[in-house]
């Protein structure tokens, strides 16, 4: 059984900064693309970045340059990293992987960004 466990989120000012980390169990973790996704109020899930097993990142265009996704293997652990964050940056934080022809969401971790 594949399992993401989240950890991190919290109250956050605007401007400020924020570290999440998901850790995996269940998979041969550095073989896999893992990925953050998220979803704000009212809105529909969205990625926020990915890295795949040969550390290639790719990361969505609203949080280009705000965000540094990274991995170690060696813990199984993926981790968000975020800077400047905005209003819009609040949302529920998701990890994902996809194995065995199937995706794997953590439970997520709330993320305010709120004065």
């Known amino acids: 059984q594949v399992r993401l466990v989240e950890r991190g989120g919290g109250l956050v000012q605007p401007g400020g900064s924020l570290r999440l980390h998901c850790v995996a169990s269940?998979?041969?973790?550095?073989?896999?693309?893992m990925a953050w996704y998220r979803q704000g109020p009212g809105k529909e899930r969205e990625l926020v970045a990915q890295?795949?097993?040969?550390?290639?990142?790719n990361y969505a265009e609203s949080t280009q340059g705000r965000a540094t996704i990274s991995r170690d293997n060696a813990r199984n652990t993926v981790f968000l990293q975020m800077s400047s964050l905005k209003q819009d940056d609040t949302g529920v934080y998701y990890c994902?992987?996809?194995?065995?022809?199937?995706?794997?969401w953590g439970q997520g971790t709330q993320v305010t960004v709120s004065s």
């Open positions: 994902h992987t996809r194995s065995y022809g199937h995706d794997w």
């Open positions: 269940g998979i041969n973790f550095k073989i896999y693309t």
């Open positions: 890295i795949a097993a040969d550390g290639a990142t």
